[in-house]
Nanobody, 127 residues
Framework: QVHLVESGGGLVQAGNSLRLSCGTS????????MAWFRQAPGKDREVVAV????????EYLDSVKGRFTISRDNAENTVYLQMNNLKPEDTAIYYC????????????????????WGQGTQVTVSS
């Protein structure tokens, strides 16, 4: 397992942007499949974005397609989630996850597909 630390959450108005970061001291992060999940109050945790371990495949929750982008900086051992045009329904705790899976991004859909988790960062979008 790898230790993950999220940052970048906060309170923003609808239509604005935030960039979440997921950092680790693991120097081989580029060998991991990465994902961002979120959990809103009273709802199940859902996958928002997935980046396959090669960095060439991505998958997104339908409701965030065109607004969110997952990316990785191997030199900084950091994964990002750029969130644009935020909506109140994006309000949730966002979690970073990692796994050594070699499956493509579209096959990594559930919490059980990822072995390592961060502690979460709160994102609140006001209307």
């Amino acid at each position: 397992q790898v230790h993950l630390v999220e940052s970048g959450g906060g309170l923003v108005q609808a239509g604005n942007s935030l960039r979440l970061s997921c950092g680790t001291s693991e120097r081989t992060l580029h060998r991991y499949a990465m994902a961002w999940f979120r959990q809103a109050p009273g709802k199940d945790r859902e996958v928002v974005a997935v980046l396959g371990w090669t960095g060439s495949s991505t998958e997104y929750l339908d409701s965030v397609k065109g607004r969110f982008t997952i990316s990785r900086d191997n030199a900084e051992n950091t994964v990002y989630l750029q969130m644009n045009n935020l909506k109140p329904e994006d309000t949730a705790i966002y979690y970073c996850a990692a796994d050594k899976s070699r499956l493509p991004a579209y096959m990594l859909k559930t919490q059980s597909d990822f072995a390592s988790w961060g502690q979460g960062t709160q994102v609140t979008v006001s209307s």
